[in-house]
Every structure is written in structure tokens, then in C-alpha cells.
């Protein structure tokens, strides 16, 4: 499932050619994705406005005008393709869509939007996992009520708190995006290398040294990983069809039997199971 730097590198994709654009024309497929489509959700988003394409934890926040707000997740294999108008030229920004004004529609596209400069966006999602609602105050929802602070801004005295009193490890803790929004198996996975700290010790008993430490390798790993254009394993592809590129760049994580990449540690990355994920660790270096 899309992690935050993946969510985060889709929103950068899109916002250039959504941004300011009216919506002419919806389409849906009709198809129950994770939850029913809104009733009256083509109605609402007919005419309106994208004044700013938000993220929050995993989630897209489209803002519209009046005060609305489309949310969307992208589920397991949920991607947006952005297709420029009919004789444009393809490259739009940063990102080439070859081929794009040819596209026809695919049995998995759920969702059209026509825009009033004739873009097309669309959402494929094979496994229907994702889903889209509409709300006036995203931060009320249901789904992002009560989501933690989001992981470049924590600070270590935050997730200190947070942490407080956890009996169970802190790789499962640190999951819970009531703790931080936004952290996935594999991030989660790659910060605790970066730290040297154990998948299984007791999340409360961390200590404020070695959160600053937890903290500080979050920062770094989201930044990089954003930067990368998010991991690419299975079905995430940037806007522009491009694979993510931070999996070349994995420590531990999906590593098993492999020697450490710490120069000075002669470990074996390890996988075992917690709460029904795969976690990939140094039993020499990370305690």
C-alpha cells in the first residue's frame, strides 16, 4: 500500500495541472471501491473549482471552492493519470505522458474528471481499494480525526509522549498513525536501521536519547524517500507513469539473508513477522 512519500509524490505531480482548474465534466465507473461513491458526488464536484491539491498522512485532500473539500486514498493499486489536451504537446512541467492523448479508457478506470483547460484526470485502481468522499472539514472526518502529527514535524518530546506507557515494540507502535500519520511497514522498517534501534523493543521504554535519535532518521528517511519519488514494489507509479526510485536505496527492507550495510557490522538482515507484517532488521547493530 502507497506510503506517505508515495501519496506526497503523486500530490506533486498532480497539483500543477489541477491547480485553479474548473471541473467540467465527472465520470465514475459505477463500481464500489473501498466505500460507495458519495450520493450526488458527479452533482457536486460539476463546476467546481480545485483551488488546492493537500496531503494529510496518506491521504489527498482536494480543496474546492466554497468551502468543500474531495478527499481521496489510494488504496493498494489506486493511481491518477493526468492526460494533457487533445494537441498539446506532452510535456507538461516535469512530467512526459507519452502516448496520453491516444489513451482509451481501461476496465479499472473509475473515475474521469474533464477540466476546463481539456485536461483529463484519471483514476485507476485494478483492486478498488481506494475511495473518494466529499466533506466540509477534512480535519472531522472520520478517517483523519484522529491521525498523529505528521512525520517531518514531530518532534522527539511529541513521540516521547506518545510513546508513554506502550507496553508492545515500537515497530507496531510506531504503525499506529493515531502515534504518526503516515508511516508504512517499510519506512517504519528503515527508520529503526537508521537509528539502531530494535523492531522489538518496548515502544515506552525508549528513552527521550534514543527517540531523538527515532525521530531525527523519520526526517531523513521521508525527505530522501520523497525526493526519490517514493518506493516503487509492486503497483505505485508517479503521475507521469515513471517508476519510484528509493527501493535502490533500502537498508534492510525486503533484504532477508543479506549481509548488513553498516561497514563496521558483520550482521544478517533478518525478516520475522509482527502483527502480521514483515519486519526486516540487524540483530547485530540495532538494539
Given at each position: ?12 505531480g ?9 471541473i ?49 486514498h ?52 485494478p ?5 473518494f ?51 508504512g ?18 515502544a515506552g ?5 534514543r527517540?531523538?535519535r ?44 543479506r ?16 502483527a ?12
Open positions: 500500500m502507497p506510503e506517505l512519500p508515495e501519496v506526497e509524490t503523486v500530490r506533486r498532480l497539483a500543477p495541472h489541477v491547480t485553479g482548474r474548473r467540467v465534466a465527472v465520470r465514475t465507473s459505477g463500481q464500489r471501491l473501498r466505500l460507495p461513491w458519495p450520493e450526488g458526488f458527479g452533482q457536486a464536484l460539476s463546476g467546481a473549482r480545485i483551488e488546492r491539491l493537500e496531503r494529510r498522512a496518506k491521504y489527498l485532500l482536494w480543496r474546492l471552492d466554497g468551502g468543500r473539500c474531495m478527499i481521496s489510494l488504496g493498494m493499486s489506486g493511481r491518477f493519470t493526468v492526460l494533457p489536451p487533445t494537441g498539446a504537446a506532452h510535456g507538461l512541467g516535469e512530467f512526459y505522458f507519452h502516448g496520453a492523448a491516444g489513451r482509451q479508457a481501461g476496465p479499472h478506470d473509475h473515475l474521469r474528471l474533464d477540466l476546463d483547460d481539456g485536461t483529463r484526470l484519471v483514476y485507476t485502481d483492486r478498488r481499494f481506494g475511495f468522499d466529499l466533506c466540509a472539514d477534512p480535519a472531522a472526518h472520520p478517517m483523519l480525526a484522529k491521525l498523529g502529527p505528521e512525520p517531518a514535524a514531530v518532534t522527539a518530546a511529541q513521540l516521547a509522549a506518545r510513546l508513554m506507557g506502550r507496553r508492545g515494540p515500537v515497530k507496531t507502535a510506531l504503525l499506529d498513525q493515531a502515534v504518526i500519520a503516515g508511516l511497514n517499510i519506512y517504519v522498517c528503515e527508520a529503526l536501521f537508521r537509528a539502531r534501534i530494535s523492531p522489538k523493543r518496548r521504554a525508549l528513552g527521550l536519547k527517540t531523538a527515532l525521530v531525527a532518521a523519520i526526517h531523513e528517511v521521508i525527505a530522501e524517500a520523497i525526493a526519490a519519488g517514493g518506493s516503487t514494489l509492486r503497483d505505485h507509479a508517479r503521475v507521469d507513469g515513471e517508476a519510484g526510485a528509493f527501493q535502490q536505496r533500502f537498508a534492510v527492507y525486503d533484504r532477508a539473508g549481509p548488513c550495510v553498516r561497514a563496521a557490522c558483520d550482521g544478517v538482515v533478518r525478516r520475522f513477522t509482527q502480521g507484517r514483515g519486519t526486516f532488521h540487524c540483530p547485530r547493530c540495532q538494539r
